[in-house]
């Protein structure tokens, strides 16, 4: 049963720092993309970033783009999100999720419909 669990939200400064951390188990990353999106209350949910099951490729979206870092360790089976110079507009929950490909390769997506398993998220909250 593939499961993921995230960690790493809480309440920061704006400026502050977070890094988010998604537990997998079930499942082999070599086999899938895994996906970190934010969901504000009344709004879509929307992608950060993605890293590919080869781990060679990444995405950034426009919630992400020049703050966020993804990565991976395999062993652990750990995905990361180092996410810096927080908003306030980047409170929301921040979901990890995986997408199955057929073998490692170098291609992922921010569409939210392409992930068929989700963790249950994490919050943030950005106030000095």
């Known amino acids: 049963q593939l499961e993921l669990v995230e960690s790493g939200g809480g309440l920061v400064q704006p400026g502050g720092s977070l890094r988010f951390s998604c537990a997998v188990s079930?499942?082999?990353?070599?086999?899938?993309?895994i996906g970190w999106f934010r969901q504000a209350p009344g709004k879509e949910r929307e992608g950060v970033s993605c890293?590919?099951?080869?781990?060679?490729?990444?995405k950034y979206g426009n919630a992400g783009k020049g703050r966020v870092t993804i990565s991976r360790d395999n062993a652990k089976k750990m995905v990361y999100l180092q996410m810096n110079s927080l908003k306030p507009e980047d409170p929301a929950v921040y979901y990890c999720a995986a997408d199955k490909t057929f073998g490692p390769t170098t291609y992922c997506t921010l569409t939210p419909g392409n992930y068929g398993a989700w963790g249950q998220g994490t919050q943030v909250t950005v106030s000095s």
């Open positions: 890293l590919s099951s080869s781990g060679l490729g990444i």
């Open positions: 079930g499942f082999s990353l070599d086999y899938y993309a």
